[in-house]
């Protein structure tokens, strides 16, 4: 069983930067690692959740959301398991529960919650202004 534990959220003013951390246990072998698709997704309260960032494992290959394009980095480290987001120039409007999510058989329709078959416990980002 695959399972995804987020950190690094907190409060921070509008300016500011933080990083989240992602750390993926429960593989059942390196190579099946390297098929995933990572992926940052948030929900703000009273909205859906959104697409973020993604990161296809084999290629390194990115994607982001239009508006964070610029601000935020999505990167990784393979001997930890472990996906980053770096966020930085961070805006009220970032502020939502940060979820970090992993597609097995990633089909390129990154923006879609029911391509992901694993999901974190989400971490919140609040950003004052």
């Known amino acids: 069983q695959v399972q995804l534990v987020e950190s690094g959220g907190g409060l921070v003013q509008a300016g500011g930067s933080l990083r989240l951390s992602c750390v993926v246990s429960?593989?059942?072998?390196?190579?099946?690692?390297?098929?995933?698709?990572m992926a940052w997704f948030r929900q703000a309260p009273g909205k859906e959740r959104e697409f973020v960032a993604l990161m296809e494992w084999s290629s390194s290959s990115t994607v982001y959301l239009e508006s964070v394009k610029g601000r935020f980095t999505i990167s990784r480290d393979n001997a930890r398991n472990t996906v980053f987001l770096q966020m930085n120039s961070l805006r009220p409007e970032d502020t939502a529960v940060y979820y970090c999510?992993?597609?097995?058989?990633?089909?390129?329709?990154?923006?879609?919650?029911?391509?992901?078959?694993?999901w974190g416990q989400g971490t919140q980002v609040t950003v004052s202004s």
């Open positions: 999510a992993a597609d097995i058989f990633y089909g390129g329709r990154y923006d879609d919650v029911n391509e992901y078959e694993y």
């Open positions: 429960g593989v059942a072998s390196r190579r099946t690692f390297s098929n995933y698709a």
